[in-house]
C-alpha cells in the first residue's frame, strides 16, 4: 500500500555531514510516524530517529543524539534525515520506516524503504 523511496547517502569523511530523504506514496503520509534504523554487517538493526505523523514529537537514539535531526514535510511527503560530525561508526546502511506510532524497534514498522548506505572514511 504504501511505498517508501530513499535518495541521499554516499561517501563522505569523518565530520562530514549528509542528508537522507524518504519519499512516500500510496497512502496518507501524516497518518504514519517515520524512523529512521541502519545496520552495519554483523549488527543488529539500530534504532536512530522517528518523528511523530504531525512532527510535533521526535526521538533519537543515544548514538546520534546532538548530531543528527529528524524533520518531515507533510505537503511534500517527504522525512528527512540530518546528519551532522559523522563518525566511521555511524557507517551502514540506513532505511525509512512508516509506522502506526512513534517507537524504536523494527516489527513496529509496516513499511520499510530500499536502504541507502553511508560510508564515512577516518
Known amino acids: 500500500q504504501v511505498q517508501l523511496v530513499q535518495s541521499g547517502g554516499g561517501l563522505v569523511q569523518a565530520g562530514d555531514s549528509l542528508n537522507l530523504s524518504c519519499a512516500a506514496s500510496?497512502?496518507?503520509?501524516?497518518?504514519?510516524?517515520m524512523g529512521w534504523f541502519r545496520q552495519a554487517p554483523g549488527k543488529e538493526r539500530e534504532f536512530v530517529a522517528a518523528?511523530?505523523?504531525?512532527?510535533?514529537?521526535?526521538y533519537y537514539g543515544d548514538s546520534v543524539k546532538g548530531r543528527f535531526t529528524i524533520s518531515r514535510d507533510n505537503a511534500k511527503n517527504t522525512v528527512a534525515l540530518q546528519m551532522n560530525s559523522l563518525k566511521p561508526e555511524d557507517t551502514a546502511m540506513y532505511y525509512c520506516?512508516?509506522?502506526?506510532?512513534?517507537?524504536?524497534?523494527?516489527?513496529?514498522?509496516?513499511?520499510w524503504g530500499q536502504g541507502t548506505q553511508v560510508t564515512v572514511s577516518s
Open positions: 520506516a512508516a509506522g502506526q506510532a512513534v517507537r524504536t524497534t523494527p516489527p513496529e514498522y509496516k513499511y
Open positions: 500510496g497512502g496518507t503520509f501524516s497518518v504514519y510516524s
Open positions: 518523528i511523530s505523523g504531525s512532527g510535533g514529537f521526535t
